[in-house]
């Protein structure tokens, strides 16, 4: 037989968004990118893990930047 007791468990929800680069709050509903990458070999930065968020505009912003833009499908 097995005796069971109730537990509380806290865990995390994402509540905003704050995009790294204007500092804006996004809410849950809205949309941003997010970015994850862990550099590796050939680069001054291996090793490193760097992670951000940019909401859409800023994202707008950074690829108006590029020589070649990003593909774009739906
Ligand atoms: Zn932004």
Not at 12 to 23: A, F, R
Not at 43 to 65: N, P, V
């Amino acid at each position: 037989m097995k005796i069971f007791k109730k537990i509380i468990v806290i865990k995390n929800k994402q509540d905003k968004v704050i995009c790294n680069c204007c500092g804006s709050e996004l809410d849950s509903r809205t949309d941003f990118l997010y970015v994850n990458k862990k550099w590796g070999y050939g680069t001054d930065l291996d090793g490193q893990r760097h992670s951000f968020d940019l909401c859409a505009d800023c994202y707008k912003k950074m690829i108006g930047k590029f020589k070649i833009p990003p593909e774009k499908g739906i």
